[in-house]
């Protein structure tokens, strides 16, 4: 080996940025493969309505936030290596195991196939303890599958503030984090294509099994770069290379929080916390109505997810939510650079303005008889707007409380979050079922539909899609009303001081 070779400094952090990747997308898959396949897989062979999807989703937006609080602390207990797979292996071990909830529901029935379970009639007691039987089984496994994935997004930023220099962390960041956009995008075009030839408990077994094939690489593949055998002493030094800058750094971060330290009762004396507090209150839900609804939404325009136009519509929904929200993070970056505004300032107009995607929400129902494509389109918009106004509504807690107390924060909107997705997908399941039972008796606003002549007339918006209007109009209004109490609480830049 020659000395130009041995000086050459090794790549391995961008290896391990890799795995970060494959988790995070796989993380992003096995939440989704239970949205895609409910509706036009498994619901028929359970009798369930919308108001049990609404429970089980609920059951997992509340516990995965819940989890969140804790999860940091657990990574940071068992250590990066072991937290991670232990992680990974309990969500994979979740997702795989709502395979079985079809079997333990027979066994608890007395049924002997599924051919027989499919062929129970609806309405009759045995349906009712199958469909209760059932939603309980995939309530505990989504229990296991959230607990699970609260782990990843601690165990990768710990990871990554191991393998990388404080420069290039936010790079690295970006990168681990677009497996979520990129699982968004392939789990439409793979999830329902393996449940339609081979089985909805087979989609659940295969895409829940990579976790386990990601668990083995990173039991061989990591290690803390001093002891990695596949990183050198160049690039070890570059990974430390801000290391001589700790003490400093520290004296620093204890002038800017002037000694201040919250205890987690303290946080909420705070204006500020409280607008982060609505903020996240008032938003998150839409964006778990979106990822757990929009599938069911195109099966009920006929679209359903067996079909190439249904993959197709989810597909380039989340394909503008990828492309748009990347954005993001630029445009306080313009305010503050061309405008010469605070980074604060900055930031709630640009969320002032992300708050207005949204907005179009509120036509997806009215104009969907016209094309799929216009609701795909409109939700894709009002998601991309969420996406950015959430990177910018993280960013307000540094730009106001101490260093010592972002976690804290942190924690607390993400509970507030949680329950709002609680909120949003119970209640949408309680409103679709009611809506649908009631028929044209139920009606909210009009949309637009072709007559016996082709004509596009408009008429009352009846039954479940009348459902679906209502909470398409919470969603349009929900960032605005958002943004105008948040800028109450905090009229204008105003740090944590004391």
């Avoid at 029935?109 to 009712?128: C, D, F, K």
């Avoid at 604060?344 to 708050?355: C, K, N, Q, V």
């Avoid at 907005?359 to 216009?374: E, R, T, V």
Wanted: with cysteine.
């Amino acid at each position: 080996m020659n000395t130009t070779e041995t000086n050459k400094m090794t790549n391995y952090r961008w290896v391990i940025c890799a795995m970060l990747f494959l988790a995070t997308t796989v993380n992003y898959m096995d939440r989704q493969v239970l949205s895609l396949t409910w509706k036009d897989f498994i619901a028929p062979d359970f009798h369930w309505n919308d108001n049990d999807y609404g429970n089980i989703t609920a059951t997992f937006s509340i516990f995965y936030a819940f989890i969140s609080l804790f999860a940091g602390k657990f990574i940071d207990w068992m250590g990066t290596k072991k937290g991670y797979i232990w992680a990974i292996v309990v969500w994979s071990f979740g997702a795989c195991l709502h395979a079985a909830c079809g079997w333990a529901t027979m066994q608890y029935a007395g049924i002997e196939s599924m051919e027989a379970l499919r062929g129970v009639e609806a309405g009759t007691r045995l349906a009712l303890t199958i469909s209760t039987v059932s939603v309980w089984l995939f309530l505990a496994c989504r229990i296991i599958l959230a607990t699970g994935e609260a782990g990843n997004f601690p165990a990768a930023i710990k990871v990554t503030a191991e393998y990388f220099p404080k420069k290039d962390r936010a790079y690295a960041t970006s990168i681990f984090n677009a497996g979520a956009s990129v699982g968004a995008l392939a789990a439409p075009l793979t999830i329902p294509i393996l449940a339609e030839h081979t089985s909805w408990e087979m989609a659940f077994i295969i895409i829940g099994a990579i976790g386990f094939v990601w668990a083995g690489a990173w039991l061989f593949m990591y290690s803390a770069p001093a002891k990695s055998p596949y990183v050198n002493k160049q690039e070890l030094t570059y990974i430390e290379s801000d290391k001589d800058e700790a003490v400093e750094e520290k004296t620093t971060e204890q002038a800017d929080d002037n000694g201040i330290k919250l205890s987690f009762l303290d946080c909420f004396k705070y204006r500020q916390t409280w607008a982060f507090i609505v903020g996240k209150l008032m938003t998150d839900g839409v964006w778990w109505f979106f990822l757990f609804w929009a599938p069911a939404y195109f099966s009920e325009l006929g679209y359903s997810t067996k079909t190439t136009m249904g993959q197709m519509l989810i597909f380039t929904l989340y394909l503008i939510v990828t492309i748009l929200s990347i954005y993001g993070g630029y445009l306080p970056k313009l305010f503050v650079e061309k405008k010469g505004m605070h980074p604060y300032a900055g930031r709630m107009r640009a969320m002032l303005i992300f708050a207005f995607f949204p907005i179009f929400a509120m036509f997806a129902q009215p104009l969907s008889s016209i094309s799929p494509w216009i609701p795909a389109v409109i939700i894709g918009l009002a998601g991309a707007g969420h996406q950015a106004w959430s990177a910018n509504l993280y960013s307000t807690i540094g730009d106001m409380f101490p260093k010592s107390a972002i976690a804290t924060i942190t924690g607390i909107g993400t509970m507030f979050g949680g329950l709002c997705s609680y909120v949003i997908n119970k209640g949408s399941g309680m409103l679709f079922t009611y809506a649908e039972e009631q028929g044209e008796a139920f009606s909210f606003m009009s949309q637009f539909v072709y007559d016996a002549n082709g004509n596009l007339v408009s008429e009352a918006c009846t039954g479940k899609p009348a459902g679906y209007m209502i909470v398409f109009c919470y969603c349009a209004v929900a960032y605005l009303i958002g943004w105008v109490i948040m800028k109450t609480l905090v009229p204008k830049y105003k740090p944590i001081t004391k």
